[in-house]
Structure formats: C-alpha cells, structure tokens
C-alpha cells in the first residue's frame, strides 16, 4: 500500500481517488505550465513575483515589441536564459519522466520553454511555445540550437547576417502547426488529462483540457490555486513538486 502522506498536502482519500485514475487509464496526457517550474526557481507569469511583475507581456513577448526594440526584448530572454541555466528541473519534473518511461502511453504536453521536462528524462515532449534555447532568423527563417549563455552579441545574427528571435510563440502568433496537430490529437485520445501549474488562462493551448474532457477523459488538476477549469477536475491542491511523486510514485 502506498504511504498516503499529508506531505503532498492533499487529504488521502482525495490521493488515492486520483492515484486510482492513474492507475486504470491506458492513455495519459500531462499538460504542464509555468508551476511545474516554480520550485526550481524560476518565475511564474501570474504568480506573485511572477516574470511579468515588472514588465507587461506586450512590452516583450509580441512581435511588435521585438520590432520596435529587438534589444529589450533579447536582454528579456538572456535573463531568463540565465535563471534557467542556472536551474535544475525539481521532483515535478522527475516523478512525470519516470512514470512516463515506465507508461507506454504517456504524452507530455508542455507551455514551458525551458526544456525542463526532456533534462529531466521525459521522451518526446511537445512544446507549445518553443523553446529558450533555439533561435529562428527574422530573414531566412533558419532555426538553430543556441545554448550559449550569454550570447556573444545581443540581438544574435544570423549566417546570412538577418537579425536573430527567439524560437517562441508570441502572444497574436500561431503555434507550432506540428506540435499543435500532436497535442490536439493526445487530447482527442487521452483517458486522463493531468493539468498540472497553469493558469489555463492562455488560450488555445488551455483548450486542450475541455476538448479531453469532452471526448470522454477523466482530468486531475495539480495547482497550489484555483483555476477557471478547477471545477471540471479532481483537484489536487498543491504543489507539483510535492504532488507528482505521490500520485505518480
Ligand atoms: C494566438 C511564450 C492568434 C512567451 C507564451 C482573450 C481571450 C482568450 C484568448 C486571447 C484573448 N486575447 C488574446 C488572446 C490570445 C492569447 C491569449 O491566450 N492571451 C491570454 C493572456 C488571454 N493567445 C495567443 O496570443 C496565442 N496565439 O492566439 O494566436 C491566432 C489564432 C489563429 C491564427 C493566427 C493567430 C499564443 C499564446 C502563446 C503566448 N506565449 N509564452 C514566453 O514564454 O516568453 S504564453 C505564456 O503563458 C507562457 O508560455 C506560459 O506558459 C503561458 C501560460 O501561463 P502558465 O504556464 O499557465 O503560467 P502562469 O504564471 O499563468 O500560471 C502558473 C500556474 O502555476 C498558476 O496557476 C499557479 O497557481 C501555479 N503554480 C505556482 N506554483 C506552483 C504551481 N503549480 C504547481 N506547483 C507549483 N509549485
Ligand atoms: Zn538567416
């Protein structure tokens, strides 16, 4: 019998109501947002003393702001390139890798673009919003790997000498058709959706949880807080670092 512990901060019936979905679902999707990362430091959007305190998101993540100043918005990325490089993904992160490698069908969905989830283990995640750690240029449209920290020069440059972005979907701009595609179809096809440190707030990559939930899955929600969608799912009130081990150990 699992220890049912009060660490996780969740009453035991609820932990064992939701260890007994995991259990019987054959196809597992995890959608993860900024919380999942919280514990290793790095700042939520909304949260208190989230990354957005001090700036407003269309002061940096719109292509408008980049192109009115590509610098603002690259000393933006460089810092939290930085924190992230100095970070390490947490138990959040782990209990979702391990339980996913030991689970044929499992998929992880994440909003995140620290990479968190494939430096903890995790096969195949797909990232809504790209990636801290690749580029795409503004002229020629290459995407490269750039894991120097800091960069050489602020904004980078391409080989073919255009300026340089980050590979990452800013708010007005469309995500990724091919991760997009993924993740619709893991939701059509989920038995149980685990929403796990987001807000649920950013649209469309919130509407994964209702189109699961529709088609028939059961969803756990794993989050300090409430969200617009807690009422829909069996909430598990706490912090995923926490958490996750419990439910997925
Ligand atoms: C698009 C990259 C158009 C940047 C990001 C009005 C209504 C509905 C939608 C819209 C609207 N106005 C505009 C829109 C569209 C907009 C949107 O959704 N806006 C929101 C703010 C209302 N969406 C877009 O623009 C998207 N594109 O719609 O294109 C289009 C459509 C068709 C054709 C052409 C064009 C693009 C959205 C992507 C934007 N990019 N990120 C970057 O990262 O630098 S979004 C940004 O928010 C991050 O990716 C982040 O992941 C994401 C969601 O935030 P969360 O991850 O949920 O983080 P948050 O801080 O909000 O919440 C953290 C949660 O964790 C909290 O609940 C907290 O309680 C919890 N937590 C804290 N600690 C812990 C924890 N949980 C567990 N454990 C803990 N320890
Ligand atoms: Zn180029």
């Given at each position: 019998m699992h220890r049912l512990d009060r660490d996780a901060g969740v009453p035991p019936e609820i932990l064992r109501e939701a260890r007994a979905k995991v259990a019987s679902a054959d196809r597992i999707l995890a959608l993860t947002g900024a919380g999942i990362s919280a514990e290793s430091g790095i700042p939520t959007f909304?949260?208190?003393?989230?990354?957005w305190r001090d700036y407003r998101p269309e002061d940096l993540a719109t292509p408008a702001a980049f192109a009115r100043d590509p610098r603002l918005v690259w000393e933006w990325y460089e810092w939290r390139r930085g924190l992230v490089a100095a970070a390490r993904p947490n138990p959040g992160h782990r209990a979702l890798a391990e339980f996913s490698l030991r689970h044929p069908a499992f998929t992880t969905v994440t909003?995140?673009?620290?990479?968190f989830h494939t430096l903890a283990g995790s096969p195949d995640v797909i990232e809504l919003?790209?990636?801290?750690?690749r580029t795409r240029c503004t002229r020629c449209g290459a995407e490269r790997e750039e894991r120097r920290?800091?960069?050489?020069?602020?904004?980078p440059l391409c080989a073919c000498g255009g300026l340089e972005r980050p590979a990452i979907v800013w708010f007005g701009e469309t995500l990724p058709p091919a991760a997009w595609d993924a993740a619709e179809t893991a939701a059509l096809s989920c038995d149980l959706i685990l929403v796990i440190?987001?807000?649920?707030?950013?649209?469309p990559a919130a509407s994964l949880v209702p189109l699961a939930l529709e088609a028939g899955a059961a969803g756990i929600e794993v989050n300090p807080d409430g969200t617009p969608l807690s009422e829909s799912l069996l909430v598990l009130r706490g912090r995923a670092g926490e958490v996750l081990p419990a439910l997925l150990g």
């Open positions: 909304r949260g208190a003393g989230g990354l909003q995140n673009v620290d990479g919003h790209g990636s801290l750690w920290h800091p960069l050489p020069e602020l904004p440190g987001t807000s649920s707030v950013v649209w």
